[in-house]
């Protein structure tokens, strides 16, 4: 059973800045993609950013040049750096991995999520 563990989330003031980290519990190459997401309060989950195994990112407009999707291999952790930080980006940021299994002529998608971390800027 794969497990998700973000860390890093609290409180700043606006304009700073924050790393949340996710680690999972087995090798994070196992995973076509892993992400970021993030659900404000009355709001639906949005996703913030990805990252392909082969390296790519791409990100929500809301977020690009402010916000960064990085990894370490050796630790299997995935980390969201948050600089520019608005009030707006408050809210409880989730990580998920997606794997992609062959099944004969089917793709089979396994999503997972971790339990979540807070987030929130004050103005």
């Known amino acids: 059973q794969v497990q998700l563990v973000e860390s890093g989330g609290g409180l700043v003031q606006a304009g700073g800045s924050l790393r949340l980290s996710c680690a999972a519990s087995g090798s994070i190459f196992s995973f076509n993609r892993m992400g970021w997401y993030r659900q404000a309060p009355g709001k639906g989950r949005e996703r913030v950013g990805i990252?392909?195994?082969?390296?790519?990112?791409d990100y929500a407009d809301s977020v690009k040049g402010r916000f960064t999707i990085s990894r370490d291999n050796a630790k299997n952790t995935v980390y969201l750096q948050m600089n520019s930080l608005k009030p707006d980006d408050t809210a409880v940021y989730y990580c998920n991995a997606v794997e992609v299994v062959v099944a004969g002529h089917r793709d089979i998608e396994y999503d997972y999520w971790g339990q979540g971390t807070q987030v929130t800027v004050s103005s």
């Open positions: 990252l392909a195994r082969g390296g790519s990112t």
